[in-house]
């Protein structure tokens, strides 16, 4: 069974022998059931040399060492899916690692699709299947169980050939520029700053008036900051549908709070109900013309949904050509721009994008090429030949 490094001299030692290297890859299991922030339980890294499994739980371990690993710029660190993993480096060392390298993006840029699993991803790059009985397990009980440790090796171990897999594929057809951009956003301190100002713009909105929304913003906000004050899920602070509803009725006293139907019966007593109703009071307080506007949905492209389609079954046809994933060259809600407004601010007309995509998205428009029904097979007409796909 693989060591466990449990003190701070060790991990010191190891970290200075993972260093001498040009990449590491790096994984981390964490808990988040019970709390807002991310419960970090081990961190697994891999040289081309060796594994380790850090326990990051371990009384009087200090995680400078690791810390200082990831930003070490002669280090590359390859993650899958990383979003989550720096989210945790982030909030406990205060640093963004970099430079990175996702597999999870790299292998939607390389043809592997949308929505392969990382275990999938794995065997059709090594043949070699991943255990994942141990995926769900606690991963902060002590002692860990040795399919525990042995999972949590692999999982970095095959992330080695994932990632000299892909990078050989990338540097062969010249699209490391391509995954640059996105990394970039991974390094980027806005993607894991949150700004309780702004939550509100995750719920669902079924606000109608600005005085509703005025509270909305207000209540949201103050949930937010509760939670991450006490670091315990949104929902266990107040649910959503509990905001809505305070939302909708606004009230001002602990009477009125309490004739809601979303809110439990004696809650409209306690702090947290003071907490709220000084929220509420905040936004009803708030002068007419300091109101917040609604919103408005706007329909796709000004209601031409179907310029929306045609750029759809361009989209998937360029996916199709050049072997990447649909949604990292552009997302509905970039197309619904597009289709309205020919210099809209969105990836897909700039960079990498507008040349895979762009430009022949904006040439549709103008009717400089069209789509063909060939049989049943779908092409382009007016430009130069593009392969063609199987009619839906």
Known sequence: MTDIITTTEALAAACDRLA??????VDTEFMRETTYWPKLCIIQIASTDEAVVIDAEAPGLDLAPFFALMANEAVVKVFHAARQDIEIVWHLG???PHPIFDTQVAAMVCGFGESISYDQLVGRITGHPIDKSSRFTDWSRRPLTPQQVEYAIADVTHL????KALKEKLDKENRNDWVAEEMNVLTSVDTYQVDPANVWKRLKMRIKKPL??????EVAAWREREAQARDVPRGRI???DAIYEIAEQHPTTAEALARLRTIPRGFERSRTAE???????KAVDLPKDKLPKVPKVKPASDGNG????????LLKMTSEEHGVAARVIATVDDLEAIAGDNNADVPPLHGWRRELFGEQALKLKRGDISLRLDGRRVTIVGDAPKPAIEAA
């Open 306 to 313: 179907a310029a929306v389609d045609l750029l759809k079954v």
């Open 94 to 96: 205060g640093i963004l």
């Open 160 to 163: 080695r050939d994932v990632y």
């Open 238 to 240: 107040l649910k959503d």
């Open 212 to 217: 509703q929304l005025a509270v909305l913003m």
């Open 20 to 25: 001498k290297f040009e990449f590491v890859t």
């Open 275 to 281: 907490d709220i109703l000084a929220a509420v009071k």
